[in-house]
């Protein structure tokens, strides 16, 4: 059978048998789209049904979180855990806690995780986990008592050399040590079950950072390539999370000057460059919105979402040289996409999770901007989660700067793979077809060698 027609026969039967799944479809359109140039190559690929498996999870679990809440009122949740691939390692990848998470998020979060975790050149599968749950506005101990009930019903399924859960939007430092503390006491066993544990209770050294530091080390290597470098370079950077926190302060590191950030109610610009104490103060501290930072800094302005460009974000309507979507899906459209092209923008490499629309992504190709998707260019989060899992394995922790120097060779790595398998399939510098082929072929051929499981 021809590989278009196996991709579309396959692409079909996910939509019949997963409905009302959108942003599943479009990841795993993406990327089976992507593997057309191998699968015409090998047809071992194709002898083996490789595709028709790796789009569906080997497990998925669905479950109640029953919580109550300050005023001793009871609530329901659904908690999730995809555990979509093991071939070359154990489940590994995030929990997400925000009101959108549905089973669509996590199997293209999961999906997307498989190939990124193959890409880190690490023994690890690809899983991913949430819940419908709104951490905004909940009290402490409201937190404590959701990550306690969804432990409750995860623990069954996880563990140290099984699945490994860590962070992704809405959970962080807090969130791990609750529902940490909730494993422990449930199974009494102490180990490395979570990535992004506190410091003092066997979590790496540079965890926190690694996403956004990886994510700007990966730019760095893609524009050496073209002998330029992001010194000197207006960065246009999305969200105020983790990840943009981090890619700011490495983005000063390099020389650029990081002149927005975002959250879900407005966009800061400063044109001299975000004032990144004042935002971590804002964000890691108080946990409150970018309005009050605009409070605090009189050089920056403010754009609420009611002045956004229809269907767009105003982020990348700023004048910019490299834009670092690092918020969350679908975020960067096709009229965001063509604001950048004319504002001269050269690169966009994805912090967040396939945050650029299927439309934009064309355009950008056809447009011949730089791109690096989101598997490859925010590997670096999930990379330094296993460098977490071998320290603590070996019950050893290492300095921040031996973990930021693996950091940094693990993403100069990734970028050779992604940037060699696009030139072995004549379409060098596309960096979407290189990281979709070199992470697929590393799981596909692991699953042959397991036989048909
Ligand atoms: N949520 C992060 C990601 O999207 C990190 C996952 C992990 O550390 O397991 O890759």
Same mark, same amino acid.
């Given at each position: 059978?021809?590989?278009?027609?196996?991709?579309?026969?396959?692409?079909?039967?996910?939509?019949?048998?997963?409905?009302?799944?959108?942003?599943?479809?479009?990841?795993?359109?993406?990327?089976?789209?992507?593997?057309?140039?191998?699968?015409?190559?090998?047809?071992?690929?194709?002898?083996?049904?490789?595709?028709?498996?790796?789009?569906?999870?080997?497990?998925?679990?669905?479950?109640?979180?029953?919580?109550?809440?300050?005023?001793?009122?009871?609530?329901?949740?659904?908690?999730?855990?995809?555990?979509?691939?093991?071939?070359?390692?154990?489940?590994?990848?995030? *929990?997400?806690?925000?009101?959108?998470?549905?089973?669509?998020?996590?199997?293209?979060?999961?999906?997307?995780?498989?190939?990124?975790?193959?890409?880190?050149?690490?023994?690890?599968?690809?899983?991913?986990?949430?819940?419908?749950?709104?951490?905004?506005?909940?009290?402490?101990?409201?937190?404590?008592?959701?990550?306690?009930?969804?432990?409750?019903?995860?623990?069954?399924?996880?563990?140290?050399?099984?699945?490994?859960?860590?962070?992704?939007?809405?959970?962080?430092?807090? %969130?791990?040590?609750?529902?940490?503390?909730?494993?422990?006491?449930?199974?009494?066993?102490?180990?490395?079950?979570?990535?992004?544990?506190?410091?003092?209770?066997?979590?790496?050294?540079?965890?926190?950072?690694?996403?956004?530091?990886?994510?700007?080390?990966?730019?760095?290597?893609?524009?050496?390539?073209?002998?330029?470098?992001?010194?000197?370079?207006?960065?246009?950077?999305?969200?105020?999370?983790?990840?943009?926190?981090?890619?700011?302060?490495? *983005?000063?590191?390099?020389?650029?000057?990081?002149?927005?950030?975002?959250?879900?109610?407005?966009?800061?610009?400063?044109?001299?460059?975000?004032?990144?104490?004042?935002?971590?103060?804002?964000?890691?501290?108080?946990?409150?919105?970018?309005?009050?930072?605009?409070?605090?800094?009189?050089?920056?302005?403010?754009?609420?979402?009611?002045?956004?460009?229809?269907?767009?974000?105003?982020?990348?309507?700023?004048?910019?040289?490299?834009?670092?979507?690092?918020?969350?899906?679908?975020?960067?459209?096709?009229?965001?996409?063509?604001?950048?092209?004319?504002?001269?923008?050269?690169?966009?490499?994805?912090?967040?999770?396939?945050?650029?629309?299927?439309?934009?992504?064309?355009?950008?190709?056809?447009?011949?901007?730089?791109?690096?998707?989101?598997?490859?260019?925010?590997?670096?989060?999930?990379?330094?989660?296993?460098?977490?899992?071998?320290?603590?394995?070996?019950?050893?922790?290492?300095?921040?700067?031996?973990?930021?120097?693996?950091?940094?060779?693990?993403?100069?790595?990734?970028?050779?793979?992604?940037?060699?398998?696009?030139? %072995?399939?004549?379409?060098?510098?596309?960096?979407?077809?290189?990281?979709?082929?070199?992470?697929?072929?590393?799981?596909?051929?692991?699953?042959?060698?397991?036989?048909?499981?």
């Amino acid at each position: 059978m021809p590989s278009s027609k196996k991709i579309e026969d396959v692409l079909k039967y996910i939509r019949e048998c997963s409905p009302g799944q959108d942003e599943f479809y479009q990841a795993t359109a993406e990327v089976l789209d992507s593997l057309r140039p191998l699968l015409n190559e090998d047809p071992k690929y194709l002898e083996h049904n490789v595709l028709d498996r790796i789009v569906v999870p080997e497990r998925t679990i669905i479950f109640r979180v029953t919580w109550v809440d300050d005023a001793g009122k009871v609530h329901v949740n659904v908690g999730y855990r995809v555990q979509f691939n093991s071939t070359i390692g154990p489940y590994k990848g995030g *929990l997400r806690f925000h009101p959108t998470v549905s089973l669509g998020t996590v199997k293209f979060l999961g999906f997307e995780q498989i190939f990124k975790n193959a890409l880190t050149g690490l023994q690890i599968g690809g899983a991913k986990g949430g819940s419908n749950f709104n951490p905004k506005g909940k009290s402490d101990n409201e937190i404590m008592k959701f990550c306690q009930a969804f432990m409750t019903e995860l623990y069954h399924h996880i563990g140290k050399h099984k699945d490994v859960p860590a962070g992704d939007i809405g959970v962080g430092a807090r %969130e791990i040590g609750y529902l940490f503390g909730q494993y422990k006491r449930l199974t009494g066993e102490f180990d490395g079950v979570l990535t992004g544990k506190g410091l003092n209770w066997g979590g790496s050294k540079a965890r926190k950072e690694a996403t956004g530091y990886g994510s700007v080390y990966f730019a760095e290597n893609f524009l050496n390539v073209y002998d330029k470098s992001l010194k000197g370079k207006r960065c246009a950077v999305s969200g105020s999370g983790n990840v943009a926190i981090y890619t700011i302060e490495k *983005l000063y590191e390099m020389g650029a000057i990081p002149v927005s950030c975002s959250d879900s109610k407005g966009t800061i610009y400063r044109e001299k460059g975000i004032d990144l104490k004042a935002l971590k103060a804002i964000k890691e501290i108080h946990h409150a919105s970018l309005e009050e930072y605009a409070t605090v800094d009189c050089e920056c302005s403010y754009i609420p979402v009611s002045k956004y460009p229809e269907g767009g974000h105003a982020v990348w309507h700023l004048p910019c040289d490299v834009a670092f979507p690092s918020a969350t899906q679908n975020e960067l459209t096709l009229i965001d996409a063509k604001a950048l092209k004319e504002n001269g923008c050269i690169l966009i490499n994805e912090g967040a999770n396939m945050p650029t629309t299927p439309d934009a992504l064309e355009f950008i190709k056809e447009n011949g901007i730089l791109f690096s998707p989101g598997k490859a260019a925010n590997a670096g989060g999930v990379a330094t989660s296993q460098l977490e899992m071998s320290q603590n394995a070996s019950m050893a922790q290492w300095s921040f700067e031996e973990v930021d120097i693996k950091l940094r060779t693990i993403m100069q790595n990734i970028f050779k793979t992604a940037y060699e398998t696009s030139k %072995e399939f004549d379409c060098e510098g596309d960096l979407v077809t290189g990281a979709n082929i070199a992470g697929f072929r590393k799981v596909a051929d692991s699953m042959i060698d397991q036989g048909a499981v």
